[in-house]
């Protein structure tokens, strides 16, 4: 089957520091993939669409000059968190599209000190 | 707006009941409906929903849509402890968007 990973799986970080993640399609090649936030007993929030050789989609509400999404790639996708704080401590969940289904990774537990 | 409500919230039951549970939307230009399971860590797929009325089956696990009334229900029967999830509704939309648009779960409990 398609298989998502991410890498950190957990981090913690200083306030006003900048952590990356990285999302990446094991086995299949993914031009959409897309991030996800969940906070504590709440549901998964898209926060935008990345598309492999062009710029991101960000979900309305989302700041895109600080959730900075690369997707260099048909495998990989990135997510940095810049100058974290915080309020941006949560669960950081990526998916990649392949023949209309949704591979989730196992996600990122961000901790902001 | 798109809307996905799911109901229960939450739901402790104990080892061998049957459960239902439900999801209701109101999403423009309706695709799929698609329901996961989520433990610890991402959601893993259970279903995926594009036709009234055709029961999905994997197991103990069953779910059907009906796109007339906007409500999918996903059952589960002589449940286990392993059952223990937050079950996650979502709902995909036409247009080549290919977004999912989540509901807040039900928490499953399942005592022994």
């Known amino acids: 089957g398609a298989v998502v990973s991410q890498h950190p799986s957990w981090v913690i970080c200083k306030s006003g520091t900048s952590v990356k993640i990285e999302c990446r399609s094991l086995?299949?090649?993914?031009?959409?993939m897309f991030w996800y936030r969940q906070f504590p007993k709440q549901s998964l929030m898209l926060m935008a669409t990345?598309?492999?050789?062009?710029?991101?989609?960000?979900e309305q509400g989302v700041e895109k000059d600080k959730f900075l999404i690369n997707h260099a790639s048909l495998t990989l996708s990135t997510l940095t968190v810049t100058s974290a704080h915080p309020e941006d401590s949560s669960f950081y969940i990526c998916?990649?599209?392949?023949?209309?289904?949704?591979?989730f990774g196992p996600g990122t537990r961000l901790t902001v000190l | 707006e798109d809307k996905v409500v799911q109901s229960p919230l939450s739901l402790v039951v104990h080892e061998g009941d049957t459960v239902t549970l439900n999801c209701s939307y109101e999403?423009?230009?309706?695709?799929?409906l698609l329901w996961y399971k989520q433990e610890k860590k991402a959601p893993t797929f259970l279903f995926m929903l594009?036709?009234?009325?055709i029961e999905k089956k994997s197991g103990r696990l069953s779910s059907i849509l009906d796109k007339k009334e906007l409500f999918s229900i996903l059952n589960i029967t002589a449940t286990q402890t392993g059952d223990s999830a937050v079950y996650l509704c979502?709902?995909?939309?036409?247009?080549?968007?290919?977004?999912?648009?989540f509901g807040k779960g039900t928490k499953l409990t399942v005592n022994p």
């Open positions: 998916s990649a599209y392949l023949l209309h289904e949704q591979f």
């Open positions: 086995d299949f090649q993914a031009t959409t």
């Open positions: 990345s598309n492999e050789g062009s710029k991101a989609t960000y």
């Open positions: 999403v423009t230009n309706f695709r799929s």
């Open positions: 594009t036709s009234s009325g």
């Open positions: 979502a709902v995909e939309r036409q247009g080549g968007s290919e977004k999912l648009v």
